[in-house]
């Protein structure tokens, strides 16, 4: 497979773990309309239907590269190496190459 590919599957994943381990469910979706899902949001972010914004800070990098490899490690996926992790996003050969520039 190309490395893009490769590098966008490691994002979705990365992503999806993010969510499941930092994501709590929208108090005002839960009260609007009960019946429906609520939003899973991230600390800091905004709910797109009502506008509610969770209140909690941003976990330091460490805590979050911890809490992301635990849930790869649990779902038996294999995490990006750490040197590519960087805010949340993998970074492509591609990226240290034009660094180097």
């Known amino acids: 497979m190309s490395d893009m590919i490769d590098m ?8 999806k773990a993010e969510r499941v381990a930092f994501g ?3 108090p005002c ?11 899973i949001l991230l600390p800091g972010q905004r709910c ?8 909690r800070e941003q976990p330091s ?5 911890a ?9 038996g996926a294999t995490p990006p190496p750490p040197a590519q992790l960087v805010s949340g996003r993998t970074r492509g ?3 240290q190459q ?3 520039k």
């Open 48 to 55: 797109r239907v009502d506008g509610y914004r969770d209140p």
């Open 98 to 100: 034009d660094r180097a």
């Open 67 to 75: 809490a992301v490899n635990a849930f790869l490690a649990a779902s």
């Open 24 to 26: 709590i469910k929208c």
């Open 8 to 15: 966008y599957r490691d994002m979705k994943l990365y992503r």
């Open 93 to 95: 050969a591609g990226d």
């Open 61 to 65: 990098e460490d805590e979050r590269n």
């Open 29 to 39: 979706c839960a009260l609007a309309r009960p019946r429906a899902h609520p939003s």
